[in-house]
């Protein structure tokens, strides 16, 4: 058995986002741990060495399963797994040792003597060739992630989606997102997963928004957009599937007890995970590695992204505008000329060729977002491969006439003062210039949640917030404009975005919830009581003996200087003196505990 005391030591001298990570790690019971001499028992206990076996591969174990430091012996001493020593070396706990040996004897490779029959050769072999119906499967399905993420981050821009409690979006999301990402709806879910691993969406609070990633990563190419999201949701996977993946790329069980014998539930459960999520990306198609998925475990190189883009339809960069109103994009347009476009038209059909439609309404909401009308014809006339039809350029002319004939404007600061009958004043104002489209949105039945009525200058008011009353004026297809107190024109968005954040990562830290930081916290204050730690180890021991009546041999220092080891029973301890039972002599004896310097179990 080991002496924990050295083990002791070494937690002590960790910093707290270390200890916190191993705490997380190794799960001891939080509540039976009142300093650090009872983390390092509880370290030493076989189950609590299994969490911290089940990343670490075959030959690792193997070595820690022999008494051999780990050739990672960073993350084993991390792990602690094995206790470092400036002048011996590092040591590994025959505890640690013993687990690591049962995990090998629990899980032989196919081929070890007593081994289970071989598995099948696995899914995804490198050296077969994918025949042509996989192969233009995976190219379907990378082609619809990446216009379905490009598609998310765009609709969470309109709208943010709801995430559930312990995580997802909502089924009722789920069902309202999957036929504007021609998705089934239990797609959805998984491939908003892979986003927010790629950064280009996140969660805040209770609900999923875009973030500012996703406009660097619409500027790539085809093959660029999906080797950045695949990459980065591999990277996102908890470890070790990412190197596992890598190397073995495969996602059979049988694989990943192969190579990591203490895997456990969880690991298996992210692996299927994994394996779901990359038949979406395709990554593996019909059980089999894609070229995808080859480039993708490769690393990619400079070149990669341009090999992918021969694989997926080649994006255009003009459309025609129809004399219908109807804008037709004969091949996959790039999300940054999709996002302008979706300003001035509505999406109809997505597809390899997608269709939209301009209206009054697509133009006013275009020019209430920062277009004006030269910027629009502009845009236009570069995009269309027909030139601008007469209708269309009648849209752009009325739109102007009309944009801002509708205000919505922030009442001053100084005016949003209680009324003495204690009544909250209105805090928006809406304006025109014509008195008859006053009279008709006061009159408008679609706007009654607003509350309208008239104002003493004409104009009408309401206790709804400007961005409400901004929005709801727009949905009701009316050309509003916002300003705020002091006149000056304000661009509504109807969506927060996210500011860029990093892709998930398998070596993010983790978040510590309160009960592990909590323990941090009493183990630093019992450490801070217990300055000398030889004494309060030596005390410890002896408290256990006295409890259990345990038999030992104390080394007692002598008033000449002299060690005189005794065979004692201990009887009591109490205010640093240790009665005993001098098992030799037969007699009775009171010892300081000071005195004490050696202690074994007899």
Same mark, same amino acid.
């Given at each position: 058995m080991s002496d924990p005391l050295p083990l002791a030591r070494r937690l002590t001298r960790l910093d707290d986002d270390a200890l916190i990570t191993l705490l997380l790690t190794r799960q001891p019971p939080p509540r039976e741990l009142r300093d650090f001499f009872d983390l390092a028992d509880a370290l030493l206990d076989p189950a609590s060495i299994r969490p911290a076996l089940r990343t670490l591969p075959r030959t690792e174990l193997e070595r820690l399963a022999s008494g051999a430091a780990p050739a990672d012996l960073d993350t084993a001493v991390a792990l602690a797994l094995v206790v470092p020593d400036a002048e011996a070396g590092p040591s590994v706990p025959p505890e640690v040792a013993e687990t690591a040996g049962l995990v090998l004897a629990e899980h032989p490779l196919p081929d070890a003597p007593g081994a289970q029959d071989a598995p099948p050769a696995p899914e995804g072999d490198d050296t077969a060739e994918v025949p042509e119906p996989v192969a233009a499967t995976a190219r379907e399905r990378a082609f619809t992630a990446i216009t379905a993420v490009a598609e998310l981050v765009q609709q969470l821009r309109v709208a943010p989606a709801r995430v559930r409690a312990r995580g997802g979006v909502s089924v009722a999301e789920e069902k309202r997102?999957?036929?504007? /990402?021609?998705?089934?709806?239990?797609?959805?879910?998984?491939? !908003?997963?892979? *986003?927010?691993? %790629?950064?280009?969406? &996140?969660? +805040?609070?209770?609900?999923?928004?875009?973030?500012?990633?996703?406009?660097?990563?619409?500027?790539?190419?085809?093959?660029?957009?999906?080797?950045?999201?695949?990459?980065?949701?591999?990277?996102?996977?908890?470890?070790? /599937?990412?190197?596992?993946?890598?190397?073995?790329?495969?996602? !059979?069980?049988? *694989?990943?007890? %192969?190579?990591?014998? &203490?895997? +456990?539930e969880p690991m298996h459960t992210a692996l299927l995970d994994a394996a779901e999520r990359g038949e979406l990306l395709g990554v593996w198609a019909s059980g089999r590695l894609t070229l995808f998925g080859r480039t993708l475990f490769e690393s990619a190189t400079d070149t990669a992204p341009g090999a992918l883009d021969a694989e997926l339809p080649p994006e255009v960069d003009q459309v025609y505008l129809q004399h219908d109103l109807s804008v037709i994009a004969p091949g996959p347009l790039s999300p940054a000329l999709d996002a302008r476009l979706r300003l001035a038209a509505d999406l109809e059909n997505r597809g390899v060729a997608s269709a939209y439609r301009i209206s009054q309404p697509s133009i006013d909401r275009a020019l209430s977002s920062g277009e004006t009308e030269e910027s629009l014809r502009e845009f236009l006339g570069a995009l269309s491969l027909t030139g601008i039809p007469q209708a269309v350029d009648y849209l752009l002319t009325e739109g102007a006439r009309r944009h801002g004939l509708v205000r919505v404007v922030s009442r001053p600061a100084s005016e949003l003062h209680?009324?003495?009958?204690?009544?909250?004043?209105?805090?928006?104002?809406?304006?025109?210039?014509?008195?008859?489209?006053?009279?008709?949105?006061?009159?408008?039945?679609?706007?009654?949640?607003?509350?309208?009525?008239?104002?003493?200058?004409?104009?009408?008011?309401?206790?709804?917030?400007?961005?409400?009353?901004?929005?709801?004026l727009l949905d009701a297809r009316y050309p509003v404009i916002a300003e705020d107190a002091d006149g000056r024109v304000r661009l509504m968005r109807r969506a927060r975005v996210l500011p860029a954040r990093p892709a998930a990562s398998a070596d993010t830290a983790p978040t510590a919830p309160a009960a592990v930081t909590d323990l941090v916290l009493r183990l630093r204050d019992a450490a801070r009581r217990t300055p000398d730690d030889a004494d309060a180890w030596t005390a410890r021991l002896l408290d256990r003996a006295v409890r259990a009546r345990t038999p030992v041999t104390i080394g007692v220092r002598m008033p000449d200087g002299s060690t005189t080891r005794l065979d004692v029973t201990p009887l009591s301890l109490a205010n640093g003196r240790l009665r005993v039972s001098d098992e030799r002599a037969g007699v009775e004896r009171t010892v300081p505990v000071a005195n004490i310097v050696e202690l074994t179990a007899i």
């Open positions: 997102l999957a036929p504007l /990402l021609s998705l089934e709806p239990e797609a959805v879910g998984p491939l !908003a997963e892979v *986003a927010v691993a %790629a950064g280009l969406a &996140a969660v +805040d609070g209770e609900e999923l928004l875009s973030t500012e990633s996703a406009d660097a990563w619409s500027t790539l190419t085809p093959g660029g957009r999906w080797l950045a999201l695949a990459g980065r949701w591999l990277d996102g996977l908890p470890a070790p /599937l990412p190197e596992h993946l890598r190397t073995a790329r495969v996602t !059979a069980a049988t *694989a990943l007890d %192969a190579a990591y014998p &203490a895997a +456990d209680r009324s003495t009958a204690g009544d909250e004043p209105p805090r928006t104002l809406v304006q025109s210039a014509d008195p008859s489209l006053l009279t008709a949105l006061a009159a408008d039945q679609a706007l009654s949640a607003l509350g309208l009525r008239r104002d003493g200058d004409g104009a009408l008011a309401t206790r709804a917030t400007p961005a409400s009353a901004y929005w709801l």
